[in-house]
């Protein structure tokens, strides 16, 4: 089996680096992280006691969209992701490009929410004397360097990250078993909810909760732009997808259940690091300062996977010519897609200096939301489509009920704020701008 993805145009080929062990970390890692750590309490604002609920419908919508994604990147094992799918089923290149400039913005949506989360509560336990923007700032070209390094460095990176912050979820699992076992935490608040009563109000209140609990579980759609450098991916995609999504599932759902038991759900919106504030309550003597160096690993993970991602997605668009092929353009010594990371981060700067943890977890969430209802549409449209080799199949049902469950958590009933659809809608008119500037440079080298 070949050990690297093939050329395009010349320049050298990405390095398959990703075997199995590494890819099912590679997943649990990008979509443990910044949700769970920095964007509980927002969720509990919304929703009340019954935190585990938006956690819960976030989980069986991820595993719909997920099963979508798996039979994709087993047909297709590319880099480009929802953009390749999108082109080979609609062939709209104007549609294609709007779905890759989404995805993108959306990955460094999460790495910007991440930056912020880094920069908040969770620092601030050791010091506060440096501006919280500057400090995201110099966090993203930190994770660019990293990048620049290699793959390889970067995923093992991400192994020994991941192995942090799975240590912080167990220490809160610790924490509410102590609980249980000692009659500790208020179980009645599980089956509160902030809107109170039943109606459009509640409804509303859930979905909108959802909708921003979802950013918890974004991450695994990050992995299928890593396929041009995993080792055999229409056979090791499948189980590190589900081994992922149903690890990281189980494990939001308890560590929602705890929080709400030990901690008034007002007391979680107010703190920008609320599982510290579940340690603070929880009854073991853990050292707060220690869970948040643990915190500060986690967001650091998904940031640098979320810049890992969008910079491949770059690659994998410029290749299919989709972008200009600059984009495309690779170290030859460390074989890493210079242009695209360099051009995400700079993208990343300007996010993590002008929004705010939920508000750009937010975004992310709807950003990812719209695509994944087109990804589901996708896998029904390719079903004519037949390749030479075998790969997984999931049943109709899943993508059908994916794109219904998707648009709804997209749709006005989830209750959002207002600069969330703004700051999605500049940024994918930013994109369009963009697809004519392209078209325009592709036209006049026509014409030379």
């Known amino acids: 089996m070949s050990t690297t993805a093939e050329p395009a145009g010349g320049e050298p080929a990405l390095k398959r680096a990703i075997g199995p062990k590494l890819l099912i970390l590679f997943v649990i890692g990008d979509i443990l992280g910044t949700g769970i750590y920095a964007t509980t309490g927002n969720v509990a604002g919304k929703v009340g006691g019954a935190l585990w609920l938006p956690f819960a419908i976030g989980f069986a919508v991820a595993l719909l969209t997920a099963a979508s994604y798996v039979e994709l990147v087993g047909k297709y094992p590319k880099a480009a992701g929802a953009a390749l799918y999108t082109q ?9 490009f709007i779905i890759a400039f989404m995805v993108m913005c959306s990955g460094l949506s999460s790495a910007s929410a991440a930056a912020r989360a880094f920069s908040g509560d969770y620092l601030g336990e050791f010091t506060d004397a440096v501006p919280p923007t500057l400090i995201a700032i110099l966090f993203i ?89 995993t080792q055999d991916p229409a056979r090791t995609f ?23 038991l030990l901690v008034d759900y007002r007391v979680l919106e107010d703190s ?48 299919e010519r989709i972008l200009p092929r600059a984009m495309g353009k690779v170290l030859p010594r460390r074989r890493t897609p210079v242009v695209g990371i360099v051009f995400v981060s700079l993208l990343a700067i300007g996010l993590v200096s002008t929004g705010e943890i939920e508000g750009l977890g937010d975004t992310t969430s709807f950003l990812l939301l719209c695509v994944f209802a087109v990804v589901n549409v996708t896998v029904l449209v390719l079903r004519k489509d037949r390749v030479d080799h075998h790969h997984f199949r999931t049943p109709t049902i899943l993508p059908v009920l994916g794109a219904i469950s998707a648009l709804i958590l997209a749709s006005p009933l989830a209750d959002r704020s207002s600069d969330v659809y703004i700051r999605a809608g500049v940024l994918v008119l930013l994109g369009v701008v963009l697809w004519g500037v392209n078209k325009l440079v592709l036209r006049a080298r026509r014409e030379d």
Do not use: H, W
């Open 88 to 96: 080979k089923a609609f062939n709209v290149p104007f549609l294609t």
């Open 141 to 229: 070209v930190a994770l660019a360097a990293l990048n620049l390094r290699g793959v390889s460095e970067s995923v093992k990176t991400n192994v020994v990250l991941t192995l942090v912050e799975l240590t912080g979820l167990v220490v809160i699992l610790a924490i509410g078993a102590y609980a249980v076992f000692s009659g500790e935490g208020e179980p009645a608040r599980l089956g509160e909810f902030q809107a109170g009563g039943t109606g459009y109000a509640l409804l509303t209140s859930v979905l909108g909760a959802t909708a921003l609990g979802f950013f918890a579980f974004v991450g695994f759609e990050d992995s299928v732009n890593m396929a041009e450098e």
């Open 238 to 260: 499948p189980r590190a997808i589900f081994i992922g999504v149903g690890v990281t599932g189980t494990i939001y759902v308890l560590v929602a259940l705890i929080s709400s």
């Open 272 to 319: 920008s690091g609320p599982l510290l504030e579940v340690v603070k309550a929880g009854g073991l003597d853990f050292p707060p300062k220690l869970f948040a160096l643990i915190a500060l690993f986690a967001v650091t993970n998904s940031a640098l996977i979320n810049i890992m991602m969008a910079s491949r997605l770059c690659y994998g668009m410029a290749n």
